[in-house]
């Protein structure tokens, strides 16, 4: 079954609107990936400064496939004035990986 990871972000409240707007602007750069199965960006809604970027790839190496090649460049960032890479948006990142081993989909009626 699929894998997926979950990149837990430590964001200040004062970067959330940038945190969000890089991933607006790097929208689709995973999606054609082989093997990418889903994509979605957790905003937290109260208690706590931790966004959760969620990834289901169909295997590991399909991840690891991902990151060293448009996943690194994704992650690389823009440039900002004078060529420097921006600060990131967040202050903490810890990467979780989960196999799948059941799932459920809306029954259709």
Excluded: C
Aim: charged share 30%; glycine share 10%.
């Amino acid at each position: 079954m699929s894998i997926v990871k979950i990149n837990v972000l430590t964001v200040p409240e004062e970067q959330r609107e940038t945190l969000e707007k890089r991933f607006a602007a790097r929208a689709g750069t995973v999606d054609s990936s082989d093997g990418f199965e889903w994509f979605e960006l957790l905003r937290p809604v109260e208690g706590t400064d931790t966004y959760l970027v969620y990834t289901r790839w169909r295997a590991e190496e399909d991840f690891q496939n991902w990151m060293s090649g448009r996943g690194q460049a994704a992650h690389s960032g823009g440039s900002a004035e004078g060529g420097e890479r921006p600060k990131p948006a967040s202050t903490d990142s810890t990467l979780w990986t989960f196999e799948v081993v059941q799932q459920a989909e809306p029954k259709q009626g």
